[in-house]
């Protein structure tokens, strides 16, 4: 008896195709049952060389499938395609070797269930960019969170949990924000031109991102929004972009850089080392700064919450300490910014959607007061509004586990060790899953919406666990902070279209222009 069974016969009187909410009461009791007769019909679960997917070549698998010449299927920037291709090709589970590293892709939302149901408290992942994890092992740094498993990844897990993970925790931050998010209000009203637009908007909103990471890491203003920004703040934003362009390139090519130092290799190096080098100035000038006025008797309470809060776990060393601030420094140029473009574009797209938005954004700001936690709450549309965005125009198409048990996925025996690729992204507008799965509609992830229908595990654009990403709090508090603010201040317009490209992660595939119509009220 299966969960969608139990789930009939519990809940309703005719079949459901998804798991709901409602569901969550017996999602323990099916999974316990489904266990039982995997167990009790294990004769017919087939063996793990039967899986099925694209053959290859000996050792570079199907890497030719993804360069140019005659084997070529795939461009690497519509990576997404190839994902689809596979998908419909071999089914809802398909077994891929690319350069050496063969992984098993699961694209059905129950597997990707029956994958984080079976997690303990410390499950072991595929690092997001395995060249920044040998960038560190080479320079001698600590790895991160994201680049460590077992004892190692719960240590630092367990000293940044209480600040990192808490939203309240996070809302601390929020002062700092707000500071950054009204001056580029005030930069977006000065730099628009005559009809309201601005080019090439992402370059704006990364300085945006990076001027706002700078203040809750370092409490300090880097300059980003000036009129001339220092040439180090745009090259600090060119390498964290040619990171994940070379990485890209890095991943789909024989990986003759582990054992010599190829071109690209050194190209890393050469953008790391830019990055890291200048990130780890602001770290230890304002280690400086607050060694000094700690001496002087003039550290005042709250300031410097988050490197004091790291500083103070005597289980983190300075490198990682440095590793950690630098991560939440960064990440946010390849995580957050597109996440907020594709959110701009959709609501820009949709009059009606922007509209009700901009209601609620009015209603809830009315007292005009600074925005707290609460503020952010209530905004419930919004959120909705961020989160159909990342189902149409998502940042990441797959989360990467490596199995510490051996379990049965899309009915195939797929032992410990293996690489899992989970990637519903494939079903994101199905309409086996979501209503009118073309149109945007942030009303199916409100309470009195679809959302009840929709499968738990289809849409986890921050991952799921004990490894859901620790930014996310602070990346969320930063996209609806900037958001709210513009909706209250303008109209925003986008003509043409816009799609994604992939660079480890989805970003615009060109660049963007929005128009910013000043309201009148």
């Known amino acids: 008896m299966g969960l969608k069974t139990l789930c009939y016969q519990a809940h309703f009187k005719k079949p459901v195709k998804y798991i ?16 039982r007769t995997n167990t009790s019909t294990s004769q017919k679960i087939k063996p793990f060389k039967d899986i099925p997917g ?12 993804y360069r140019n010449g005659p084997f070529r299927k795939f461009t690497v920037d519509r990576y997404q395609d190839a994902l689809i ?44 960019l395995d060249t920044t994890k040998q960038y560190r092992e080479q320079r001698d740094l600590s790895p991160g969170l994201g680049n460590t498993n077992g004892e190692e990844w719960y240590r630092l897990r367990s000293a940044v949990q209480q600040m990192m993970m808490r ?24 730099i628009r031109n005559s009809k309201g637009e601005i080019e090439n908007f992402r370059q704006e909103a990364a300085k945006w991102n990076l001027e706002s990471s700078g203040m809750t890491c370092f409490e300090t203003r880097l300059g980003c929004l000036e009129d001339t920004p220092s040439s180090h703040i745009q090259r600090m934003i060119s390498s964290n972009n040619a990171i994940f362009e070379l990485s890209t390139k890095i991943n789909f090519s024989v990986p003759f850089h ?8 050194q190209s890393l190096l050469d953008e790391e080392d830019y990055f890291f080098r200048n990130g780890q100035k602001l770290v230890d000038d304002t280690v400086g700064r607050i060694d000094h006025l700690r001496e002087e008797g003039r550290l005042g309470e709250g300031k ?35 996440t907020l473009i594709f959110a701009m574009y959709c609501i820009a797209k949709n009059p009606e959607v922007q509209h009700k938005a901009y209601e609620e954004v009015r209603d809830v700001l009315k007292d005009g007061g600074p925005i707290t936690g609460e503020h952010i709450n209530r905004m419930t549309y919004l959120k909705a509004c961020v989160k159909e965005s990342q189902r149409i125009l998502p940042i990441g198409l797959e989360i990467k586990r490596i199995l510490k048990k051996d379990l049965v996925l899309g009915g195939y025996l797929v032992p410990a060790g293996t690489i899992v690729e989970l990637a519903p992204y494939v079903h994101y507008k199905s309409p086996e899953y979501f209503v009118d ?45 900037l958001l709210s603010k513009m909706l209250k201040n303008f109209e925003l317009g986008y003509d043409g279209d816009l799609d994604m490209k992939f660079q480890v992660l989805m970003v615009p595939d060109r660049p963007t222009t929005f128009t910013f119509k000043e309201r009148s009220s």
């Open 85 to 128: 291709s596979r998908y419909k090709e071999y089914g809802p589970i398909v077994k891929e070797n690319i350069a050496g590293v063969t992984s098993v892709r699961v694209f059905d939302p129950d597997d990707v269930r029956t994958v984080f149901l079976n997690e303990d408290k410390q499950p072991h992942v595929a690092p997001l």
């Open 437 to 481: 799965p073309d149109r945007f509609v942030p009303e199916r992830w409100l309470r009195d919406g679809s959302a009840l229908n929709i499968h738990p595990y289809l849409l986890t654009p921050f991952g799921h666990g004990p490894r859901m990403c620790a930014g996310r709090r602070f990346a969320e508090q930063e996209l609806y902070v």
């Open 20 to 35: 709901t909410r409602y569901c969550q009461r017996c999602m323990s009791v099916a999974f316990a049952e489904e266990s």
């Open 167 to 190: 939203p309240k925790a996070v809302t601390v931050y929020l002062p700092l924000v707000e500071e950054v998010v009204d001056d580029f209000i005030q930069r977006i009203k000065k």
């Open 304 to 338: 410097y919450n988050f490197l004091l809060y790291l500083l103070s776990r005597k289980e983190l060393s300075f490198k990682d300490v440095s590793i950690i601030t630098l991560s939440l420094f960064g990440d946010g140029l390849n995580t957050t910014v597109p």
């Open 258 to 265: 582990k054992v010599l130092t190829t071109r690209l290799w």
């Open 54 to 65: 694209p053959k290859g070549l000996p050792f570079l698998g199907t890497i030719l499938h």
